[in-house]
Every structure is written in C-alpha cells, then in structure tokens.
RNA sequence: GUGGUCGUAGUUCAAUGGUAGAGCCCCGGCUUGUGAUGCCGGUUGUUGGGGGUUCGAAUCCCCUCGACCACCCCA
C-alpha cells in the first residue's frame, strides 16, 4: 500500500478516553465551584472576524503579529481561529446588547489556536476554561475571583501551586512609570542582553521578568509598578490585598508580573506550578477596563482568567476509564434474539453493556476478559430454554443460574 | 521563529559500518459451553520519510516530518 502516512498536524493532538476523562474532571470541578459564584457557561465562537484580534489584543503582540492561524474564506472574509477567548467574549457581550442588564458573569471551554513552537503543555490547539465578570469595577470582586481560582483547584486537589498577584496601574499612572522605566533602563542597555534591549523598545516592562541571571542582577533596584500607582490604582490594590486576606487566599506580591496583552490594567494574577517547567502557568489574568470601550462598546470594567485545560491535566493522576458492567456471551444462534433482547432491557435499567458478538464462547470470554468487566451474563439454549439466565462473577469464577429480572441486584 | 536531544515490531527497548532481535501484547492449539494463570506453536518492521557516502547503513552526511527541552512568547 503506497498510502502516505497519515497524521494529526504538528502541535495538534488527539483526545483519547484516558486524556477526555482528565479533561471531564477539570471541567466538572470548574462548573461546580463556578457555579457557586453564579457564572453561567457561554458557548461561543471558533471563527471570528481578524479584526476583532487586532482591535483588542494589539497588532504588535506576538500573538497577533505571527501566531494566528488567519485566511480569508470563500466569500472573501478576513478570519481567524480564535487564539484567546476574551475577545469573542466581549464581542459578545456587546452583540447581545447586555450593557445595561448588569453584572455578566460567564465562563466557557474549549479549544484555541496558536500557531507557536510545541513543547508538552503548549500545543497549536489547546483548551482553555475562561472565566469573564463584566460591569464590576471593585476590588471586592477581584479578590472573590482570585479566591473562585483558588477554590477551583482546591476542588481538583490541586494545592502545590503558589498564586502571584500585582498591579499593572492605568492609563493615569503607567505612562509616568513607564517613561521612568525606560530611562533607568537606557542607564544599563550595554549590561542587558539583547532580547531585552528590543524589550524595551516594545514593551519596557517585559524586561523586569527576563530569565537572564545578569539582567536579574541588574534589574534588583528597577523602579516597580506598584510603588508608582495612583491613588485610585492604589486603594484598589489595597483593596484587593484586604479581600484576599479577609478570604484566607494565599498570595505572594509579583511586581514583575508583566502582561503581553495590551488590554489589562491594575489587577494581574497567575497561579503556577513547578512541575511542569517553563510552561508552569496553570491559570492567569487580570483586569482589562478598557476593551469594552476599545471594542466600540460603553467604558464598562471588567476581569476574567482563563487556564490551560492540558496543564491541568498533566497535574491530575491517570483517571481509570470505567469499564461496563458486564459483558453478554451468547451460546449458538439460536438464542441470538433472546441475548439482544436481555442486553437491551439490562440497559434500560442503567446497566452499560457489552455483547460479545456470538461465536465461541472462548472468543467472546476472552473478549468479556479484555473488557474489564465483573460479571459475565451467558445466554444459552439451556437458559433460554429454563427462562434463567448464568452469571458468572469473573473475579472469583463463580456461576450461578438465576432469574433475569434479578440481574440487577445480583450485580449491584 | 532560534538553538538542542531524540525517532527501531502494536508497545517497552536491544543491536556503535557486516544476516534487524528480546520482553510484553496479539493470533492459534492443549479445551467446539468458559476468560484471566500454565504449556506448545506462530505473526509482527519500507529501522519516521527522502536523498547521499560505502562492497555493505538502524549506525556516517544532507534534507524533511514529528515528539521533547530551552529561548522567544504564553494557558
């Protein structure tokens, strides 16, 4: 056969029973405790228009700028696959015309797309559970959300993971920081490496978490965000602190965390774990005040998070993929109808069910073996003939004829 | 996108220029109404793909695909 082999696309993977199960138990924890802070589930869309991203992530970030998978369609329109669910969210939010209906709480699952260079934990399609609040500026909220974050991971079992937290100001206050970074940076351009000498063109504030140990050492005195807040930047942060503490959240103060993303102000989180190594941010977000207004829609506050569904994943232990119930052996073609009819009935009341197909009875014990199942039900003329039914435990080879209408709670 | 490690049977791994192998799995038999355990027998490969060097390549070289690691960036 000249048949080229055929394969998934580099960075794209397949979900198999063992992966969906991990997958199911993280979504399962995540609609249960957001559930309780009353956030609704939202489904929306893959395909968005390009220019949704360029208006809200920004055309210079990477995301925007080389990882997009982008294409014009058919009838000549500009898309995109989706590479964050923000954007879409706020889309929403504005297309549905919910400005004024008050607080939005949603979240959402499902894939995104980027197309970046793989590594375990970074795929070029991976899954993501976003978490948005729009209409709520305080700072009561953001630390009920951080605290919904930790209470999501305390749910999986997660907890060797450490929450970081910092302020990235406003508009008000970051241009002044900003320019007083840059300087302090020029000072030491010829002592910083060269991707940080770009940073500082780019995006200054990039520089302060570079992973060189030079510029680390530095960097020890560089002006910090958080020292250079405004007033109302600052009770706010002050705010969130006092919630997170009144919540018994564990936090540390990050002043380096940096966002790529043009759209946050004040607020910013990660939640990271050190054992998935330099992909060791479970959840991250933040405060993004702006992008309602920047979308075309009314200055409206807001926050959200998302995590990576695979991360998670990796840090849950292998879920066993339960097996049926029992497997149904059927002796001759004669009782080919009766077996049927028996495993339908044991289905309707809630049994899952195997049958092993016919044939001899060593073909399909060994099937009902491979199956992982506990009891076997055998059909056979003798059986069908006496209106019982054998069932034999697998563990312990036990058989016993009984009637079939106490199948059930001979299993149970 | 940059740099690096790796890729051999379904699977886990051997074979360092000289006939591609083992364990597990799988299939058949011992047992045509009984699996898992035991015994006997059997199949399994374009060595990821393509090209080159060589009398001869899994092994050396080049290209390419993929996984992984670090950077970039990020969930």
Request: proline share 4%; hydrophobic share 40%; glycine share 10%.
């Amino acid at each position: 056969m000249g048949i080229k082999k055929l394969q998934s696309i580099r960075g794209i993977h397949d979900g198999l029973p063992g992966d969906v199960a991990k997958w199911q138990k993280v979504e399962a924890a995540a609609k249960t405790v957001f559930s309780r802070y009353a956030f609704s589930e939202v489904r929306l869309p893959l395909l968005e228009p390009t220019e949704l991203f360029v208006r809200s992530i920004g055309e210079e970030t990477d995301i925007v700028s080389k990882e997009m998978y982008r294409f014009e369609d058919q009838g000549g329109d500009d898309l995109c696959l989706r590479p964050e669910g923000t954007a879409g969210a706020v889309r929403a939010y504005l297309q549905a015309g919910l400005t004024r209906a008050g607080a939005q709480r949603w979240y959402y699952t499902g894939p995104m797309f980027r197309r970046e260079r793989p590594q375990k934990g970074r795929l070029r399609q991976f899954q993501q559970i976003g978490v948005e609040m729009f209409g709520v500026a305080g700072p009561i909220e953001d630390a009920e959300l951080l605290a919904m974050a930790r209470d999501f991971l305390l749910e999986l079992g997660l907890d060797q993971v450490r929450m970081e937290i910092n302020s990235l100001g406003c508009p008000t206050c970051r241009p002044a920081y900003r320019d007083r970074l840059v300087s302090y940076l020029k000072e030491r351009a010829n002592k910083l490496c060269e991707t940080c000498n770009e940073r500082m063109e780019k995006n200054p504030m990039r520089v302060l978490d570079c992973k060189v140990a030079s510029c680390q050492s530095e960097l020890t005195d560089a002006p910090e965000m958080i020292a250079h807040l405004c007033a109302d930047c600052d009770v706010h942060f002050t705010g969130l602190k006092a919630g997170l503490e009144a919540l018994s959240v564990d936090y540390q103060i990050n002043p380096r965390i940096v966002r790529g993303l043009d759209y946050y102000n004040r607020t910013a989180f990660e939640i990271i774990t050190d054992q998935l190594g330099a992909q060791g941010t479970v959840i991250a977000g933040g405060r993004y005040d702006a992008l309602v207004e920047a979308l075309g829609g009314p200055a409206t506050p807001a926050i959200g998070f998302a995590m990576g569904l695979e991360r998670l994943a990796m840090l849950l232990p292998e879920v066993n993929v339960s097996g049926p119930d029992m497997a149904i052996v059927a002796l001759g073609d004669a009782v080919e109808g009766h077996a049927l009819m028996l495993a339908s009935q044991l289905r309707s009341k809630g049994l899952s069910i195997v049958h092993c197909g016919g044939g001899s009875a060593k073909r399909q014990f060994k099937m009902a073996d491979r199956e992982g199942v506990r009891f076997v039900l055998v059909v056979g003329e003798d059986e069908m003939n006496a209106g019982l039914v054998t069932l034999k435990n697998m563990q312990t080879g036990e058989q016993q004829q009984l009637a079939p209408d106490v199948i059930v709670a001979a299993v149970l």
